[in-house]
């Protein structure tokens, strides 16, 4: 099993930049891919971005392209998330998640974190 805690979250300005991490603990962190989803209050949970297990490939939501760039090290079992040139639309609860199967851009993931507010600005 793989236990996950985001933090980072907080209150930013447009244009402003945070970023993200996801700390696991458990066996076996560097079997799993690891992706960030969002949800707006009201909305559907979205994927935002995702990096495979072996950290060789990054996956990016449309909306974010460009913008947030995602990494691992598997040393320390952390998954980071930078964001940069946030916008009001970014504002969001941000959960990390953790699967072995290949999912990469659903919302199947096998393990979620607890989340971590964004608020951004405007």
């Known amino acids: 099993q793989v236990q996950l805690v985001e933090s980072g979250g907080g209150l930013v300005q447009a244009g402003g930049s945070l970023r993200l991490s996801c700390a696991a603990s458990?066996?076996?962190?560097?079997?799993?891919?690891i992706g960030w989803f969002r949800q707006a209050p009201g909305k559907e949970r979205e994927f935002v971005a995702a990096?495979?297990?072996?950290?060789?490939?990054?996956y990016y939501a449309d909306s974010v392209e460009g913008r947030f760039t995602i990494s691992r090290d598997d040393a320390v079992k952390t998954v980071y998330l930078q964001m940069n040139s946030l916008k009001p639309e970014d504002t969001a609860v941000y959960y990390c998640?953790?699967?072995?199967?290949?999912?990469?851009?659903?919302?199947?993931?096998?393990?979620w974190g607890q989340g971590t507010q964004v608020t951004v600005s405007s």
């Open positions: 998640a953790a699967d072995g199967s290949g999912i990469i851009y659903t919302t199947g993931y096998e393990y």
């Open positions: 458990g066996r076996a962190f560097s079997s799993y891919d």
């Open positions: 990096i495979s297990r072996s950290g060789t490939r990054t």
